[in-house]
């Protein structure tokens, strides 16, 4: 990349750009106008230019073109054709346009579906065995010749209690098979709260995360923009 543009600094177009891109996008924040949608559209268009540049160089060269035409590249003695099956089946989702050729494209949709299930059934399983895992730990888990104190072994076993009774109370709000009346209904309004106390930590964390980058731009207004801002007057 040059170091100018029209005797400009690179750097400084830069930050002008994404500057005034930024202060488009926050517009909306006073109602909706030209200027935003002008802002929103080229970001979508940025995006998917983008992502068809990686995938191209990602995957069509690197996993199609090279392994079939430059095998060398790849410290290959021949052309892999193994390559040509996924190729095809990627091929095949494009038929999904067509009317007459669409049902084609249900067997790479299949082929897709079913990697994924089965990819991301073991992952959930473990997650599932360590939750279980730590459910049936001891309510005190101290080691042989550890030298915690009296304090910290109660806390250790106030801390599992709740654990375990968190559990319980959260798995009977999902019991349907009993009407939730009686100890059961006690049990299961327990761990609705507890469901709404997590969610609600999700969300708060979910909040936090875009609090984040909102003060990540303003910073970047105010220490990297708003100075050469003061410098053209």
């Given at each position: 990349?040059?170091?100018?543009?029209?005797?400009?600094?690179?750097?400084?177009?830069?930050?002008?750009?994404?500057?005034?891109?930024?202060?488009?996008?926050?517009?909306?924040?006073?109602?909706?106008?030209?200027?935003y949608?002008?802002?929103?559209?080229?970001?979508?268009?940025?995006?998917?230019?983008?992502?068809?540049?990686?995938?191209?160089?990602?995957?069509a060269?690197?996993?199609?073109?090279?392994?079939?035409?430059?095998?060398?590249?790849?410290?290959?003695?021949?052309p892999d054709?193994?390559?040509?099956?996924?190729?095809?089946?990627?091929?095949?989702?494009?038929?999904?346009?067509?009317?007459?050729?669409?049902?084609?494209?249900?067997?790479?949709?299949?082929?897709?579906?079913?990697?994924?299930?089965?990819?991301?059934?073991?992952?959930?399983?473990?997650?599932?065995?360590?939750?279980?895992h730590?459910?049936?730990?001891?309510?005190?888990?101290?080691?042989?010749?550890?030298?915690?104190?009296?304090?910290?072994?109660?806390?250790?076993?106030?801390?599992?209690?709740?654990?375990?009774?968190?559990v319980?109370?959260t798995?009977?709000?999902?019991?349907?098979?009993?009407?939730?009346?009686?100890?059961?209904?006690?049990?299961?309004?327990?761990?609705?709260?507890?469901?709404?106390?997590?969610?609600?930590?999700?969300?708060?964390?979910?909040?936090?995360?875009?609090?984040?980058?909102?003060?990540?731009?303003f910073?970047?207004?105010?220490?990297?923009?708003?100075?050469?801002?003061?410098?053209l007057?």
């Amino acid at each position: 990349m040059p170091e100018t543009l029209l005797g400009i600094p690179t750097e400084a177009l830069g930050i002008w750009l994404a500057a005034l891109v930024t202060l488009a996008i926050y517009s909306f924040l006073y109602k909706d106008n030209p200027v935003y949608k002008f802002a929103e559209h080229m970001f979508v268009g940025v995006s998917a230019g983008y992502t068809v540049g990686v995938a191209y160089h990602e995957v069509a060269l690197d996993l199609i073109i090279k392994p079939l035409f430059r095998p060398a590249e790849l410290k290959l003695t021949h052309p892999d054709y193994l390559v040509l099956i996924p190729t095809a089946l990627g091929l095949m989702m494009f038929l999904r346009f067509s009317r007459k050729h669409g049902w084609a494209a249900r067997w790479p949709i299949c082929f897709v579906m079913g990697y994924g299930v089965g990819a991301g059934i073991p992952p959930a399983i473990k997650i599932f065995l360590v939750q279980a895992h730590g459910t049936i730990q001891p309510l005190v888990p101290v080691s042989p010749g550890s030298h915690a104190t009296a304090v910290q072994v109660i806390f250790q076993g106030f801390s599992s209690l709740i654990l375990v009774a968190g559990v319980i109370c959260t798995l009977g709000y999902f019991y349907f098979s009993r009407e939730h009346k009686g100890a059961l209904g006690v049990v299961s309004r327990i761990g609705m709260w507890l469901l709404m106390i997590a969610f609600g930590a999700g969300f708060g964390n979910t909040v936090m995360a875009r609090i984040s980058l909102l003060i990540g731009r303003f910073q970047f207004l105010i220490d990297r923009w708003w100075p050469q801002v003061r410098g053209l007057f």
